[in-house]
């Protein structure tokens, strides 16, 4: 009997034995490690909760922000009015009865999403702060407020392609959303949000206000009257031409600020999803074309340091000329006879470009071309900056038919980007400066600058500059190109029409039309650069298709506070 009392109490003392053994396994072997479980499955969106800095211009106008918006979540199991005794549930109906007003729906179809229901709901989001505080002052327990950050874009597709966007779960996914991502979290705050096993949210240590912005703004140098006239002008003419694509920038030429960057196709940042994703890229900072005529004038500058033209150079154009097997013409075979150099602007005579750059060394040419970075891609603060493309210097000195290509613009490539930084030295006296859209970090008092100082190469020096910008200004005046409606602001010009590659060999139908514009005149202060890209239709030229696009933004541009002076057409 005794021996059966024993056995007993061995049976009955093990499973306390393993329950004890358990309780020490779990709370202090593997304590720590069950605790971080659990706080990370309460708190899950964390992360995605956090507050992002605003994206403003240079005027301040909002380009992207956080805006607070509210989620209602409801657990049907507790359900009580303020008041009621410890154990009473409120039904559905009662409680549909009280919150139906308050979120302006119908009592009956509030009614039948809350009931029946064993677990929490996400009953509403998208709400504003003020009907989530309108929910919260009803007391009723078993809803909870979730307030959360909503990014917007107020601009639309204006500046898709510069910003970017952030994808339904807070992640960048393109433009200075992405690229910056580090500066428009920094000073963010997470709230100490616990959500329970259902994911539904406790609302412990959370208020309406807990999540908070700080003051700071990422400022940039675009200007968004700039970039709407713009991407006006250009959605003109795309639709005009048909064109694939397109592209129209001005830049600063002394420091190298962005003040406009419009680009189609483009997207709306807060539809996204309805967007193909090869939208998303700014294909004027990343893509590379043959930049034609438009390289006329960089050559120019190369060809005058090298001594091989001056002031009052001339060359015959006979309308074609033979290198090696080749036979390379003018555009529509034209003869110009002896002509100046703004003439060969002006003309955009490719005979002429080639009789000239052929009496310099292949290997001083290539020289003078890798000099110009065009293989290295711009030092820029715009996502996916793309080098240029250069034959090296063995097959350049193979055969004068690249150097004699290379001569207007053909057989190298490089991005709308590069084109414009080489036009801003020619503008600003031989120096490449950093393109770039971030001016800085601000807050209300003072502004803290986060981009490096404008960094300068030269590259030309100030007097060939200054001759070939003149023999610009001649040619654009000589030109006398009309634009319906718009009188000429003063501007040294060139215009360029590049055939495309395709499997080896050029169409002639298929072709980039782009004009570049040096303006005020007499010191350049801004280049504009507008590109677009396979026009359909009859007479597809630069001066067709991408200097009305040009000349609409330089209009906008004069019309703007301090940015040109006053012209008088008249004068």
């Known amino acids: 009997m005794q021996m059966r009392l024993v056995l007993l109490f061995f049976l009955l003392l093990l499973p306390l034995l393993g329950l004890a053994g358990r309780l020490f396994w779990l709370q202090l072997v593997q304590g720590d490690v069950l605790a971080r479980q659990a706080r990370s499955r309460q708190r899950p969106s964390a992360n995605s909760l956090s507050i992002r800095r605003p994206i403003v211009d240079r005027q301040g106008e909002v380009l992207a922000w956080d805006e607070m918006r509210v989620r209602i979540w409801a657990h049907p199991v507790y359900f009580q009015f303020p008041g009621d005794r410890d154990g009473q549930k409120r039904s559905a109906a009662e409680v549909s009865q009280r919150l139906a007003p308050v979120l302006n729906l119908p009592v009956a179809e509030l009614e039948q999403r809350l009931s029946g229901q064993a677990g929490s709901i996400r009953l509403m989001e998208h709400l504003s702060v003020k009907k989530g505080e309108l929910v919260k002052a009803l007391g009723i327990s078993g809803l909870d407020v979730e307030v959360y950050p909503q990014r917007r874009y107020p601009q639309g597709e204006l500046f898709a392609n510069v910003v970017g966007f952030l994808n339904l779960e807070r992640q960048p996914q393109a433009g200075l959303e992405s690229s910056l991502n580090d ?215 193979s055969n004068p038919i690249h150097a004699a290509t290379a001569s207007f613009g053909q057989g190298i490539a490089v991005t709308p980007l590069k084109l414009l930084q080489l036009h801003a030295a020619l503008a600003n006296g031989g120096w490449l400066v950093r393109p770039h859209v971030v001016q800085g970090l601000r807050n209300v008092d003072t502004t803290v600058t986060t981009t490096r100082p404008p960094q300068r190469k030269r590259i030309f020096q100030e007097a060939s500059t200054a001759t070939v910008r003149n023999w610009m200004d001649v040619a654009t005046t000589l030109s006398q190109v009309p634009v319906a409606g718009i009188p000429p602001y003063p501007a040294a010009g060139k215009t360029g029409t590049s055939q495309k590659a395709r499997q080896g060999s050029y169409e002639p139908e298929v072709v980039t039309t782009s004009f570049v514009a040096h303006l005020p005149t007499d010191h350049p202060r801004f280049v504009v650069l507008a590109l677009v890209d396979e026009p359909r239709g009859e007479e597809t030229y630069g001066a067709t298709v991408a200097l009305p696009v040009a000349y609409h933004v330089i209009e906008s541009m004069a019309a703007l506070d301090n940015l040109l002076p006053v012209h008088d057409a008249a004068g």
């Open 183 to 397: 500066q428009l979290r920094q000073g963010e705050r997470n709230p100490w949000l616990l959500r329970s096993g259902h994911g539904a949210v406790l609302p412990v240590n959370l208020s309406m206000g807990d999540i908070r912005q700080d003051t700071v703004q990422l400022q940039l140098s675009l200007d968004t009257r700039l970039q709407r006239a713009a991407h006006a002008a250009l959605s003109v003419a795309m639709e005009q031409w048909k064109a694939a694509r397109g592209a129209v920038m001005v830049m600063d030429v002394h420091n190298g600020e962005l003040l406009a960057l419009a680009s189609q196709p483009g997207y709306d940042p807060s539809r996204f999803w309805q967007a193909s994703p090869r939208h998303f890229r700014e294909w004027s900072v990343e893509d590379l074309y043959e930049p034609g005529s438009t390289f006329k004038p960089i050559n120019l500058v190369i060809a005058l340091e090298e001594g091989l033209i001056d002031e009052n150079s001339t060359v015959n154009d006979t309308g074609s000329v033979v290198v090696e097997s080749w036979t390379l013409h003018n555009n529509q075979d034209k003869i110009h006879g002896v002509i100046t150099m703004p003439q060969v602007l002006q003309v955009s005579s490719n005979v002429g470009m080639v009789e000239i750059m052929l009496q310099l060394s292949r290997q001083r040419y290539w020289q003078r071309l890798h000099n110009l970075g065009i293989q290295q891609a711009p030092d820029t603060d715009l996502p996916g900056a793309t080098a240029g493309q250069l034959k090296s210097p063995q097959i350049f000195r």
